[in-house]
């Protein structure tokens, strides 16, 4: 059988029958009547013919062959580590963790919000500091997001500046660069040694270690920082605070850094999860999510994301950040990997590597070389005068990659698999014989003395055999994608097939750190051209970056592109952005961190962008106006007739098109962005290209553009030349190909798939979704509808009218699903009072119909409440989810029968899913934050 045709949910028999419920007798005819004409493709897309996954596999395996795979000390931001193979097999191959979605439904999320929680305590006791996220998308960036924090934060410091350690990682240097660009916010790189600069500083980061390694005191700096009204940030590595004191017990206000070395392979720059913990009072600001302890409808604790969990939807360009996905799974790996080893056991990995450095530096010093700095963790600088390249060389001949520093300096990292053997045939290479350390201990003033995570998580599962079954408990309570259709719409859950995820995992592409010579990473950059050049002809642009790690940050790389070339036509005065009130929050938010006014067009009631006020903003904002933002098909779920007219608008009074093509699915190989209008588009691989949701993150945002905007693309000037220039554009994310890691999934795919199967994927999508608007538009009015009364790829039903008659909101209906099995759709986006409903090409009729008739049978629930059968309150809505313990208690006093709460369709009798909490207190979560593990005595039964 053929790749796609696993792909697919559909059967031939069923095709046909969902077509006839629809009264077309082909696909061809829906398709023609669903995608406007003068958008539509003709011809088929140009890609290579499909391959089986026995050949995409031996294919890629061919190019992993092409990588050399060597001991990588190069560090800087990147370290060797050990991924426990538990957490491999159990977590990241395993699709009960990586298929789930953002846990914006706790009730169904407890697990792997429990696992998430696990990671911000590791964050928050290594840090010192009382809050942290549940993780962001490097280190570079959440570098960046703090310089914007402190800036917001810090309201003593007027019109102050920034002062940024010249020692903090040169990917970071060049990131926060950018953002603070962008955003017109004054800074300067400090060489801190001379202390900290004149004038009106309102803060401060600090780079511990430096990035050639060296732990230097900071507590002066940061107490001079504060004395002057300056908050201050550590970029710190997470791993080194097992030894050293922690940034929040000397006075820091915010800790960022990357856990890429808890347990995550290079994967030739990510995706890893960067990490962000700030001081009590800072928490609001905090970017990204959030995941806090609240109490579920029985007063049990039960987690849930908290305080700025939708905000990018709510507050839009004045949200805290655009962050949107982040890298949740790769969070909970690190978490994990916490948890297994435990306070005591990270400890011992830092002594070891320290010590390994140590003997290291001890060899080497004998050899005549002389060290840059004698206060080091696992990095060691050397000194030794024109000789770099000749290290560098000799240490590759040994299979040891380092890091040349300059011409004169060498720098390398010791990592958790560096054997005895390895350390010896590095020291033997550049000319010393390894022993034992001779002194370089840290400094006693600078070693913490406190306890840390002595939370019981931290310490209950040392056996594998606890650890698989800890984190077999925590799975079990959530609902992925193994186990139900995620019918998320804008958020194309479909399938991500076995054989799309296997290579990730292969050491010949997950161990290459990305700044290895060119010639150890043919393979991938043969995979990267490859997957490049598919993603070009697949959207109808010229160009393409895969720097983004999300869409949002694809978002952003975009609206650079755009505001760059309005610079470089002298139009420096184009800054504002249109955007239909309609849209994806991260569109306004990514514009307002692109340094962009936002203005909103609005909706016609069609659900179409409203021309006739396009006109309108047109004229008012002029020459202003450096382009627009719209999502097509359009976030309502359908194909808008006029989207050549708006472009055209649009490009005649001097504006770019951006279109977020988040929802590519409904058009590949039927229409194309590139083609219609459109000047860039960012996609989301981790939706339309197969890659795993991961739980919130990872993502791949990859920006195409029109060839007037390919010189704007994010660049790859991470380290300055000679004169300390980086070069133009400066890179967006803190590796040239962002979350390279997961790029196989999508090569993979579209191997597979080729062009007849990627457009079958779209056309599935699109006659799925058509059949449920069929089927359940008697009960729940489907919104925006085209003309032709078909939708595109999800549909929106409305449940405002049940709503005013019976009480019942379109989130009781979401938590009643669950007692259904499901995972509910999105909820109240585009349009509140809704529920959005995307099913994919992936599911097959029979699931479809299971959905189905749960909504139908929930319907039936509504109306015996408009009915007055049963008040809104008592209703077994309103009640929902159910949990085993409830259903079964001694005494049961509802107006419905325990039967109906847990068993309302035959079908749940043979697989049946309970919820591991009931509903969940979500303000009262939020009045009451708290982000640490409860104690093990909130979970005693006999309390409560
Ligand atoms: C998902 C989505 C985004 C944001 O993508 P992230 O990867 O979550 O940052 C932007 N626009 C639309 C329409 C989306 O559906």
Redesign the pocket.
């Known amino acids: 059988m053929s790749f796609i045709d696993r792909h697919l949910g559909p059967r031939g028999r069923e095709t046909e029958t969902m077509l006839s419920t629809l009264g077309y007798d082909s696909l061809a005819h829906l398709i023609d009547e669903v995608i406007p004409s003068n958008i539509r493709l003709d011809g088929d897309l140009d890609l290579p013919a499909p391959l089986s996954e026995l050949e995409a596999q031996k294919k890629i395996a061919s190019y992993a062959a092409q990588n050399q795979v060597k001991h990588q000390m190069i560090g800087a931001g990147y370290y060797d580590t050990i991924t426990p193979a538990v957490i491999r097999r159990n977590i990241l191959e395993n699709p009960g963790w990586y298929t789930s979605y953002t846990p914006y439904q706790p009730e169904i999320s407890q697990g792997r919000l429990e696992a998430l929680l696990n990671f911000q305590n590791t964050v928050m006791e290594l840090t010192g500091l009382p809050v942290a996220n549940a993780s962001l998308l490097d280190e570079a960036t959440a570098t960046a997001e703090a310089a914007v924090l402190m800036h917001r934060a810090n309201r003593k410091v007027k019109n102050g500046f920034f002062a940024i350690d010249s020692r903090a990682l040169p990917q970071t240097l060049s990131v926060v660069r950018g953002r603070a660009e962008a955003l017109d916010i004054p800074f300067e790189v400090t060489d801190f040694s001379q202390g900290l600069p004149e004038g009106d500083l309102y803060g401060v980061i600090l780079a511990a270690p430096g990035h050639d390694g060296e732990v230097r005191d900071i507590e002066p700096l940061i107490k001079e920082a504060k004395e002057r009204g300056a908050l201050v940030t550590v970029a710190a590595d997470l791993l080194s605070l097992t030894l050293l004191t922690s940034p929040g017990s000397l006075g820091a206000d915010i800790a960022v850094g990357s856990t890429q070395r808890f347990g995550l392979p290079f994967w030739y720059g990510g995706p890893h999860a960067a990490y962000m913990a700030v001081t009590k009072g800072m928490e609001r600001n905090l970017p990204g999510r959030l995941v806090g302890v609240s109490k579920d409808s029985a007063g049990k604790p039960a987690y849930r994301l908290a305080l700025q969990t939708r905000e990018q939807h709510i507050r839009r360009e004045k949200a805290t950040s655009n962050i949107?996905?982040a890298q949740a799974l790769l969070a909970i790996a690190a978490g994990a990997y916490a948890v297994y080893h435990g306070p005591e056991g990270l400890r011992a990995i830092a002594n070891r590597l320290h010590d390994n450095a140590a003997r290291v530096a001890t060899a080497l010093v004998a050899t005549g070389l002389t060290l840059v700095h004698e206060n080091f963790f696992d990095t060691v600088a050397f000194e030794a005068p024109g000789r770099a390249d000749e290290l560098v060389a000799k240490a590759l001949e040994a299979g040891v990659n380092i890091r040349k520093l300059s011409a004169d300096r060498i720098c390398l990292s010791i990592g958790e698999s560096h054997s005895e053997e390895v350390l010896d045939a590095l020291v033997n290479a550049l000319g010393g014989t390894l022993d034992e350390a001779e002194g370089y201990e840290l400094p006693s003033e600078l070693l913490r003395t406190d306890d840390y995570m002595s939370h019981p998580v931290f310490h209950l599962y040392r056996s594998e055999t606890s650890m698989m079954r800890y984190l077999r408990a925590l799975s079990d309570k959530d609902l992925a994608l193994d186990r139900t259709m995620i019918p998320l719409g804008?958020?194309t859950m479909k399938l991500n097939a076995a054989a799309e995820m296997e290579p990730i995992s292969w050491p010949e592409l997950a161990g290459i750190h990305p700044n290895v010579p060119a010639d150890q990473a043919q393979g991938w950059k043969a995979l990267i051209d490859e997957l490049s050049n598919w993603l070009v002809e697949i959207t109808g642009y010229d160009a393409i970056s895969l720097q983004p790690n999300?869409?949002?940050s694809g978002e952003y790389a975009g609206l650079r592109a755009i505001r760059a070339y309005h610079e470089a036509n002298g139009d420096t005065q184009r800054t504002v952005v249109l955007i239909p009130n309609s849209a994806?929050g991260?569109?306004a938010a990514s514009a307002a961190l692109a340094g962009l006014g936002v203005a909103g067009v609005a909706t016609a009631p069609d659900g179409s962008i409203d021309v006739e006020d396009l006109k309108a903003k047109i004229e008012k904002y002029g020459d202003t106006i450096a382009g627009i933002m719209i999502?097509y098909p359009s976030?309502h779920g359908v194909f808008e007739e006029q989207v050549v007219e708006v472009c055209q608008l649009v490009h005649d009074a001097g504006g770019q098109v951006y279109v977020?093509g988040?929802?590519l699915n409904a058009q590949m190989g039927l229409a194309q962005p590139g083609k219609f209008g459109g000047d860039v588009s960012h996609l989301?691989l981790?939706?339309t290209f197969a890659i795993p949701h991961g739980g919130g993150g990872p993502?791949v945002?990859p920006v195409a553009v029109g060839a007037h905007l390919e010189k704007y693309l994010p660049g790859n000037g991470f380290e300055a030349d000679a004169e300390g220039n980086l070069a133009a554009p400066l890179p967006i994310s803190q590796a040239m190909f962002g979350s390279a890691g997961v790029l196989p999934i999508s090569w993979m795919y579209i191997a597979m798939t080729g062009a007849e199967g990627l457009r079958e994927s779209s056309e599935i999508a699109i006659l799925s979704a058509n059949y449920i608007a069929k089927k359940l538009r008697g009960l729940y009015p489907v919104l925006y509808a085209g003309e032709t009364g078909l939708v595109a790829h999800e549909c929106i039903l409305d449940l405002r009218q049940l709503t005013a008659d019976s009480g019942i909101t379109a989130e009781d209906v979401c938590k009643r699903l669950m007692d259904y099995g499901f995972h509910a759709p999105t909820l109240s986006f585009p349009v509140p009072g809704t529920l959005m409903v995307e099913p994919t090409e992936s599911e097959s009729l029979a699931e479809l119909d299971r959905f189905i008739e749960a909504m139908e049978h929930i319907h039936a629930e509504i109306q015996e409440v408009i009915d007055g059968t049963v008040t809104a309150e008592e209703s077994v809505l309103r009640q929902a989810p159910h949990t085993a313990e409830v259903v079964t208690a001694d005494e049961w006093d509802r107006p419905y029968p325990r039967s109906q709460a847990a068993y309302p369709v035959p079908a749940l009798r043979l697989n049946k899913y309970f919820t591991s909490v009931g509903r969940i207190d979500g303000a009262g979560g939020d009045r009451n934050f708290v982000c640490e593990c409860p104690p093990m005595e909130a979970f005693d039964l006999e309390a409560n």
Do not use: R, V, W
Request: proline share 0%.
């Open positions: 949107c996905t804008s958020c999300s869409g949002a994806h991260t569109n999502t976030t977020d988040a929802n989301n981790h939706k993502g945002g």
